[in-house]
């Protein structure tokens, strides 16, 4: 079975903080999601990669950043936390084209107090 | 550019009763377009897909959906609704350039009762 393994279920960061949130997959997928899921709102692409190295911005990338050095590993940063930015996050991975579904980690619940 | 839409956000049936939730869909080209259920405090999880052919496809759980090109829909139904199948459902569409975005829906919240 795929999985998806984000770091944390939990986190509770300051405002102002840098954060950092992290996935890790173990299928040798090539494409990698991070979305933020907010009530009434649904799931919203803040960033995707294709590849090691690669990025694009989705819908939301404002006051995020990511990081792709390996590929198993897509790194999610708030660089400066608000509270705006408190949320659940999910990551996800899937095969290079795009007839493939995404297989998704247990998310993590972040609040920025 | 594209987007999904799920119109209701609620759905409440009876269970042994027929259940749709909504979906439409906006894309350029042809689109992907698949299914997924989460469960409380749980992931996503994949429920079917759409790429190509017969327009009714079917997944886990005893779920289908049916594909119409002219309206831009593809529901998620079942014949005869269970109480465990109550959960949140998302509907999303992929872009056909490479590594093209996996936009979701607002999401479909099913309630089943006894």
């Known amino acids: 079975d795929v999985k998806v393994t984000q770091s944390s279920r939990y986190l509770v960061k300051r405002t102002g903080e840098k954060v950092f949130l992290e996935c890790v997959q173990d299928m040798d997928h090539e494409n990698m999601f991070w979305y933020r899921q907010d009530p009434g709102l649904g799931l919203r692409l803040i960033y995707f990669?294709?590849?090691?190295?690669?990025?694009e911005k989705g819908d939301i990338p404002e006051g995020y950043s990511v990081s792709r050095e390996k590929k198993e590993r897509f790194s999610l940063i708030l660089e400066s936390a608000s509270t705006n930015q408190t949320s659940m996050y999910l990551c996800?991975?899937?095969?290079?084209?795009?007839?493939?579904?995404?297989?998704f980690g247990q998310g993590t619940r972040l609040t920025v107090v | 550019a594209q987007s999904v839409a799920q119109p209701e956000d609620q759905v409440n049936v009876a269970e042994g009763n027929p259940l749709t939730v909504k979906c439409t869909y906006s894309v350029s080209g042809n689109p992907y377009l698949f299914w997924y259920v989460q469960y409380p405090n749980r992931g996503l999880q994949f429920l079917l897909k759409?790429?190509?052919?017969?327009?009714l496809v079917k997944g886990s759980y005893g779920f289908e959906a049916e594909f119409n090109k002219s309206q831009t829909s593809f529901h998620l139904k079942k014949p005869s609704a269970l109480v465990s199948d109550s959960a949140l459902y998302f509907c999303?569409?992929?872009?056909?350039?490479?590594?093209?975005?996996?936009?979701f829906g607002q999401g479909t919240e099913l309630s089943v009762k006894p």
């Open positions: 999303a569409v992929r872009e056909l350039n490479q590594g093209g975005k996996l936009i």
């Open positions: 990669s294709y590849d090691v190295k690669m990025k």
């Open positions: 759409y790429i190509t052919g017969d327009n």
């Open positions: 996800a991975s899937s095969l290079g084209t795009n007839i493939n579904e995404a297989f």
